[in-house]
């Protein structure tokens, strides 16, 4: 008699969407999670794209001092010509040597009558640079307090006073006190000029903010996993809020670095545990859309409001205030959202995991069961508290091995032409907040149809051509010769397009090649590897100013290079998710060595037991 009970109770250990089934698919709770994490992600497409702004280099040349001893005919030459992709413009990091144009201008010889101008040496801009101020008012690039001339601006309640103090030495007390005030007043007192030989400075800092993202993803996951979907959430919120909130008072460029390390670490980690916590607690057929259009229309709606914020907070420490302010859409999430009860069931806690889903019953005004659980599947989510999965399992295989590598790869190419053509729309068009608007508006009909790509597309099909026609795309940015402006403006956007259609196809397509018991160490694996593309990319646009089309050829390459590498992978299109290591399908050419893995995998490995969809 007892046998057969506890046949019975295995008979009726069910998995999560089972248990519960009876919430419905599309009640008042799942629209309240859907929309809520939807929300959370807005702020994140602001943050991942106002460096940008807030970095961009202006046109400039260098600072000739007014005090300077030479005539007006002597200061029209004094800063060469030369010319740049075809188009003669001033120099921007050179100038005729000032003490001997001086002397010229003394004698009252004039430059090209007198004086072949051309056999002048030059030097450095010693006195600093001016910089254009047509489209910004400042920039971090633009930060500048020279040590001979300090020009401050400082703000006093109801009143602003414009001072420029000449020298550092001799100033009364007077001046002493002001200047001790600006400093204190204003946090713009460092000599920033991030160009010329400090130029490679605004791709660094980037780069930093991308090595933030890597290491804030993975110690997110640890945190999320120990500790929980809720408190990590929150956390990375505060930790993205309040970096950002502190780089508005930079004092110098190593302190904004610095700053913006965390400022990633803190946002692509909420956006991450966001998506984690939408799978998990929303029912199946929401989680499809909430993955492919909840989570990335959130990021895109947040990104299309950039440059319209930007457009008129021409000031890059003004247009961080209004950053920092849209966390404020953080503050009612925290009654809105509440603990995956998937994680808890998983944990162990099946008295809070039980409250949850009772509240959540209450709320779509249904009927819970009396018991929530069975005994089965109460032993069974015990049991699996105390499994452990680790990288050993990926590594010890072969076929997963390599069809990490091949995934890894895959991921890389994908954030290299994603977060490349981000960084570099204020480079698009001559305008940077219509390049950027359009940037961002053409993820819409991307997600979309990168959806119905996923619905009725095999998956060979959808990652060779997204990324094969942005490959396409991007090459013929400026491989193709026009007088037309307006055609690599297109161009770019159309690869845009599909680079952000393949980004999404790519996510789930890894997740359905790799077993339950390992699938998120393996995305884990691939995530981090998509880190160096994001590291690097700030790095390939600044190639431009080498040679204007070697970004484009570099990124073009690889993702056709990449549209042919995914035929390696399996076809996963109407397949079920595999389970077990056994279960996975091989990568091409891989038939005989894969069934020699699949009989070892059929023996009793702890790490290899099946898993629940809990």
């Known amino acids: 008699m007892k046998g057969s009970e506890a046949a019975a109770d295995d008979s009726e250990s069910r998995d999560y969407e089972s248990i519960t089934s009876f919430l419905g698919s599309w009640g008042p709770f799942q629209r309240r999670i859907f929309l809520a994490l939807a929300i959370s992600i807005i702020p994140n497409g602001f943050f991942g794209g106002y460096i940008v702004f807030v970095a961009a280099t202006p046109p400039h040349h260098c600072h000739v001092p007014e005090n300077a001893s030479i005539s007006e005919a002597w200061r029209n030459v004094t800063i060469p010509m030369e ?29 090209n009558v007198d004086v072949n101008v051309s056999e002048i040496p030059l030097e450095s801009c010693r006195d600093g640079w001016k910089h254009s101020r047509e489209i910004y008012r400042s920039t971090i690039v633009t930060e500048v307090s020279n040590e001979s001339a300090i020009n401050l601006p400082l703000v006093v309640p109801g009143r602003r006073w414009h001072s420029t103090l000449q020298g550092s030495k001799g ?47 993975f110690l997110s996951g640890q945190i999320s996993d120990r500790f929980g979907r809720r408190p990590a959430l929150f956390l990375t919120m505060a930790i993205q809020t309040v970096s950002i909130t502190a780089q508005i008072f930079s004092p110098s460029w190593e302190i904004f670095a610095l700053i913006f390390f965390f400022v990633g670490a803190g946002g692509n980690s909420n956006y991450t ?35 319209a914020v930007a457009y008129f907070l021409r000031d890059w420490q003004t247009l961080l205030i209004a950053s920092a302010a849209s966390s404020a859409l953080y503050v009612p999430l925290w009654w809105l959202v509440p ?27 249904v009927q819970a069961p009396d018991e929530m659980f069975t005994q089965a599947e109460t032993q069974k989510a015990l049991a699996m508290r105390d499994e452990k999965h680790n990288i ?53 009909p991307a997600y979309i149809i990168a959806l119905l790509l996923l619905k009725y597309g095999r998956r060979h099909f959808c990652q060779s051509s997204t990324l ?67 590291i690097t990319a700030p790095f390939i646009i600044y190639l431009a100013k080498y040679y204007k089309a070697l970004p484009y050829i570099l990124m073009g390459g690889m993702a056709i290079g990449g549209a042919f590498l995914s035929f390696l992978l399996p076809e996963t299109f109407g397949k ?39």
């Not at 403006?489 to 680079?499: A, Q």
Request: some cysteine; charged content about 15%; glycine content about 6%.
């Open 83 to 111: 010319t740049v992709d075809g188009v003669a413009r001033r120099s921007s990091c050179s100038r005729l040597n000032l003490e001997i144009v001086g002397r010229y201008s003394d004698k009252s010889f004039l430059p």
């Open 468 to 534: 094969f026609f942005g490959g396409v795309f991007i090459l013929l940015v400026h491989l193709i010769p026009t007088d037309i402006t307006s055609i690599p403006v297109v161009l770019e956007i159309l690869g845009k397009f599909c680079m952000t259609s393949s980004f999404c196809v790519v996510y789930t397509y890894t997740s359905e090649i790799f077993p339950t018991v390992v699938r998120n160490t393996a995305m884990g694996c691939c995530s981090m590897a998509a880190r160096i593309g994001t």
């Open 171 to 217: 100033h009364t007390n007077h001046q002493l006190l002001l200047v001790f005030c600006c400093r204190v007043g204003s946090f713009t007192a460092q000599k920033w000029d991030l160009v010329c030989d400090d130029a490679y400075k605004s791709p660094l800092a980037t780069s930093i903010h991308y090595l933030g993202v890597l290491v804030g993803g």
């Open 273 to 307: 545990i966001a998506f984690v916590m939408g799978a998990e607690i929303l029912s199946p057929k929401a989680r499809v859309f909430f993955c492919s259009l909840g989570v990335f229309m959130g990021s895109a709606v947040g990104y299309m409001a950039l440059p």
């Open 576 to 614: 079920v998710l595999p389970e077990t290591v056994s279960q996975m399908q091989p990568i091409c050419g891989w038939r005989g060595g894969h069934e020699k893995e699949a009989e070892q995998e059929d023996k009793p490995v702890k790490y290899q037991t099946k898993e629940s969809k809990l």
């Open 392 to 444: 050993s399992v990926i590594v010890s295989s072969c076929n997963m091995f390599s069809l990490t590598v091949v995934c890894s790869f895959l991921w890389i190419v994908v954030n290299v032409g994603y977060y490349a053509l981000v960084l570099n729309t204020s480079n698009m068009h001559s305008d940077p907040y219509l390049s950027c608007f359009l940037s961002a508006v053409v993820e819409v």
């Open 339 to 365: 603990e995956s009860p998937r994680w808890l069931l998983f944990q162990g806690r099946l008295k809070e995991a039980e409250d949850i889903l009772r509240d959540a019953a209450r709320s779509n005004n």
